[in-house]
């Protein structure tokens, strides 16, 4: 069973590493942990949208729906329109 544990695991390293060989693919790995440990990376709200919309963003993770249903109307009469 020793062998087998070993082998799982240095499997599992070999692949982490590859995974996060790709630039995209650490700094996700990055966001994802801030929002498990609650602290939002500033860098990823600006992200989400124009930097000037960093207060509706902060809305939106204090649990507010109304900017989430105004940018949901924006985005569908910008597809309306093309």
């Known amino acids: 069973m020793g062998k087998v544990t070993k082998a799982v695991g240095v499997a599992g390293a070999v692949?982490?590493?590859m995974y996060l060989s790709k630039?995209?693919?650490?700094?996700k790995?990055?966001?994802?942990?801030?929002k498990i440990n609650g602290k939002e990376d500033s860098s990823?709200?600006?992200n989400l949208g124009k930097p000037s919309d960093i207060e509706d963003a902060n809305m939106?993770?204090?649990?507010?729906?109304t900017s989430v249903q105004?940018?949901?109307?924006?985005?569908?009469e910008k597809?309306?329109?093309k």
């Not at 790995?29 to 801030?34: E, G, N, P």
């Not at 939106?60 to 729906?65: F, H, K, L, S, Y």
Request: hydrophobic share 30%.
């Open 70 to 76: 105004y940018y949901n109307r924006l985005q569908d």
């Open 23 to 27: 630039s995209e693919n650490r700094e």
């Open 15 to 17: 692949a982490g590493a």
């Open 29 to 34: 790995v990055k966001r994802q942990l801030a």
């Open 60 to 65: 939106v993770n204090e649990g507010a729906m």
């Open 44 to 46: 990823y709200l600006k």
């Open 79 to 81: 597809s309306e329109s």
